[in-house]
């Protein structure tokens, strides 16, 4: 029973995200079409199912897509005993890095707000970090030049995790995930799927 117990609080829910494109392979293509595959990144001389199947997934494709969102670079989590969540587009705060040192990649941050403005940063990989610092002001340190602002007034402590992610781990997480199919034998339309625990990211991705 004990390890039952564990094992149902340490589970995260996945959910699928899946948005559709409509291609159309005539020689001509309307305004209303072009202005579409322009959206995906696509030009009207792609004209093959097969060949637009295939950009879709393509390295160059999804590496524009994640060059496009900067709010990809930063994860935020709230941790619980067994359970630790990813609060993308739920979190309270906005940290805006103009540097990230290559040694700050991998490293899980604990930033503490205090209801007078003034922040500490701490880590959770036993490096003994102590970053103080004041949301709206610039902070300059070893691993990241940022602004930390906050999204909402902030009347009480506020604790999150947050952790850099790397252009490279975003672009494999990404390609290693999407999925592209056709609705239906035949159909013009193709569906364009994510899996994750992150469903407002995934949806962000397939909206981009």
Known sequence: MGVAYIKNRSWVASYQSTGTL????????????????????????????????????????ISRIVDSMPS?????????????????????????????????????????????GTYVIT??????????????????????????????NLASEYNIYFSFRDRQSLIDDFMGRIDVNYVSDGASILAVSLVSATPARDIDFINK
């Open 123 to 152: 880590d959770e990989n036993k490096l003994n970090l102590k970053i103080k610092g004041r949301l709206n002001e610039p902070i300059q340190n070893n691993f990241f030049f940022a602004t930390i602002t906050p999204l909402v």
């Open 72 to 116: 990809l670079k930063i994860d935020y989590y709230t941790r619980g005993r067994f359970i630790q969540r990813n609060k993308y587009g739920e979190n309270l705060i906005n940290i805006k890095p103009d540097y990230i040192a290559p040694n700050a990649y991998g490293i899980l941050f604990k930033l503490q707000v205090k209801p007078d």
């Open 22 to 61: 409509i291609i159309e392979e005539s020689s001509r293509y309307s305004s209303g079409s072009q202005v579409l595959m322009q959206g995906f990144g696509l030009q009207s001389g792609f004209r093959n199912l097969d060949n637009q199947k295939s950009m879709l997934m393509s390295y160059d494709f």
